[in-house]
C-alpha cells in the first residue's frame, strides 16, 4: 500500500510539474536553436558534438537515478510498517522496556532510506557538474572562435549571438537533466502497470449473502466449521502446509489445536479467513461452503486473536 501510494504521488505531483519543465526548456532550446542556426552557422557542428557528448552523459547516469529511485521504494516500505508496528504496540513495548530496540531498528531503516535519497540527489548534481563543464568548455570555445571572426560579423550581431549560444547551452543542458528525470519517474509507471497483473482476492460481497440470513438472524446461525479434506498451499511452487484435514467442530465446542512448529496450526486460521484460497476440498460454516461467502460476510462473521 505505501509503494503504490509513493507510485501515485511519482505519478500524479511530480512527473507533472517535471513534465511541464521540460517542455518548456525543450521548446526553448529548440527556439534558441533555429536563431543561431541563422546567425552563427560556423558553430553548428561544434554545438552537435557537445550535443553527443551530453547525451552520453545523460546514458550514464539515468540508469543511476533507476537505480536510486528502485531503491528508495524498496525501503520506504518498512519505515512506515515499523512506524505502525510501534504506535499500534506502543503499551506492550514500555510495559517490556524494549522502546529502545524499536527506535534502533527504525532509526537504521530510516537511515538506508536516506543514504538512497542522499545518492539520488548525489547523481543528479554529478549530472549538473558534468553538463556544465562541457558548456563551459563550449562558451569558451566559442567565445575566442567569434572573436577571432570579429572582422566577418558585426559586433552587434556577434554580441547577440554569443548570448543565445549561452542560452543555447543552458537551456540544453537542463533539458537533459529533466529528460534524465522524467525517463526515472516512468519508473512509478512501470510498477503500477505491473502492479495491475497482481491476483486479486475473490469477490467481497456476492449475490447470495443477502440470502443466508434464517428467520431473521444473520449467517452464521449455530457455529459448526466442517473442514472437509482441505489441501491448503502458500504458493503453487510449495508443499501444502495443510494436507487432506478433515475435522467437524460443532456449536459451542471448546477445542485446543496442538502441532509442533510449523505443523499448519496458523494456516488453518488462514483458511478460515480465506486469506489463502484451498487447494482441494472445501470448509464449510453451518453447512455453507465458504467459498461462495463474499469476503465482507466471512471475515466479519469471525473473531480472531493472534498469538
Ligand atoms: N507466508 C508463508 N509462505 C510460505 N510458507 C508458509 C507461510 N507461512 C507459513 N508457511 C509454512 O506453512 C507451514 C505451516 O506453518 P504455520 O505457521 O501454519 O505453522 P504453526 O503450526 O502455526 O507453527 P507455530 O507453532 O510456529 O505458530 C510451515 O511449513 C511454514 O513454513
Ligand atoms: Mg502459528
Redesign the pocket.
Known sequence: MTKFSKEITTLDLMLPGLFNGLTFTGFRALTVFIMVTFIFPYLLPVVFFVAIFMVLILKKSVRGLKECLATDGKYKGPIHDHLATIVNGLVTLRKYERGTYFRDMFVNDLEKSTNVVFNYYLVNRWIALHLDFLCLIFSCGATIFAVTMKDTISPDLLAYALTLLSELIMFFSITLRYSAEVESFFISANRLYKYTSIESEDLLVKDGDDTLSQDGVAWPWKGQIEFDDVTMR??PE??P??RNLTVTIEPKMKIGIV??????????F?ALFRLLDCDGGMVRIDGVNIADVGLHLLRKSIAFIP?
Do not use: N, P, V
Open positions: 502458500y504458493r510449495l508443499d502446509s495443510i502441532g509442533r512448529t510449523g505443523a499448519g496450526k496458523s494456516s488453518i488462514q498469538q
